[in-house]
């Protein structure tokens, strides 16, 4: 029995460099908002939208920091609604890719291993209703790719997840190119970001509503914890 023990361990252990060593590449190789619009440029109208997936599909992959300048290289180009579009089918490929990355590499190790409340965890996201799945997925609380990683190292059902990704993906991805177009880089300054918010009542009160999700999500999942 030693030799599948290992073997999950190994592959675990393959799992986490890998992790450490996109989290590594992304702060080495640095790219702009500029330049990733220029790049579009000089792309063909016709093939702009393909090429974006595929390269945000790339850099969720590969370059983790760089996703938010995609976000925001992407609003500019496409605007809020065709960048938002763009965006949520890219996700959905990321899921899935995401999704059976960690489940082949990472998940016998988690379930030999989990024991206490992270059994409990583990049991209580695999068990959950879809409700709460497109719940977990809309509310603006963890970053998607950690999300589709975390979903892979449980039980949870493929087909369960991806019901939640394409139906709970595109209210938080939509929230957060209106709110991009309105403010562009400025979102990572507070006084601009509440300035546009000031200007904006409607939009304002429509992400507080939003982001109230997150009390029943961190209720239920124990987040807190």
Same mark, same amino acid.
């Given at each position: 029995?030693a030799?599948?023990?290992?073997k999950?361990?190994?592959k675990?252990?393959?799992?986490?460099?890998?992790?450490?060593?996109?989290? *590594?590449?992304?702060?080495?190789?640095?790219?702009s908002?500029g330049?990733l619009?220029y790049?579009?440029?000089?792309?063909?109208?016709f093939?702009?939208?393909?090429?974006?997936?595929?390269?945000?599909c790339?850099t969720?992959?590969?370059?983790?920091?760089?996703?938010?300048?995609?976000k925001i290289?992407?609003v500019?180009i496409?605007?809020?609604?065709?960048s938002?579009?763009?965006?949520?089918i890219?996700?959905?490929i990321?899921?899935?890719?995401?999704?059976?990355?960690?489940?082949y590499l990472?998940?016998?190790?988690?379930?030999?291993?989990?024991?206490?409340r992270?059994?409990?965890?583990?049991? *209580?996201?695999?068990?959950s209703?879809?409700?709460?799945l497109l719940?977990l *997925?809309a509310?603006?609380?963890?970053?998607f790719?950690?999300l589709?990683?975390?979903?892979g190292?449980t039980?949870?059902?493929?087909?369960k997840?991806?019901?939640?990704?394409?139906?709970?993906?595109?209210?938080?991805?939509?929230?957060?190119q209106?709110?991009?177009?309105?403010?562009?880089?400025?979102?990572?300054?507070? *006084?601009?970001?509440?300035?546009?918010?000031?200007?904006h009542?409607?939009?304002?009160?429509w992400?507080?509503?939003?982001?109230?999700?997150i009390?029943?999500?961190?209720?239920?999942f124990?987040?807190?914890?």
């Open positions: 029995m030799y599948p023990q290992n999950r361990l190994i675990f252990i393959i799992f986490l460099l890998f992790l450490l060593l996109v989290w *590594r590449l992304g702060t080495y190789l640095h790219l908002t330049g619009m790049f579009f440029s000089e792309i063909p109208l093939f702009q939208g393909f090429f974006f997936v595929l390269f945000y790339f969720s992959f590969f370059l983790w920091l760089a996703k938010d300048l995609m290289a992407g500019f496409f605007g809020p609604w065709w938002s579009f763009y965006i949520f890219a996700e959905i990321n899921a899935c890719v995401l999704f059976y990355f960690a489940r990472g998940r016998g190790f988690v379930e030999q291993k989990a024991k206490g992270f059994k409990g965890l583990d049991e *209580r996201i695999a068990k209703n879809f409700f709460w719940l *997925r509310a603006p609380l963890v970053p790719r950690f589709d990683l975390a979903a190292l039980g949870i059902h493929f087909r997840y991806l019901f939640a990704v394409i139906s709970g993906s595109p209210l938080r991805i939509l929230w957060v209106i709110v991009l177009y309105g403010v562009g880089e400025g979102v990572f300054n507070y *006084r601009l970001l509440s300035e546009y918010f000031i200007r009542p409607s939009i304002f009160l992400s507080f509503l939003y982001i109230l999700l009390i029943p999500v961190v209720l239920k124990g987040f807190k914890e």
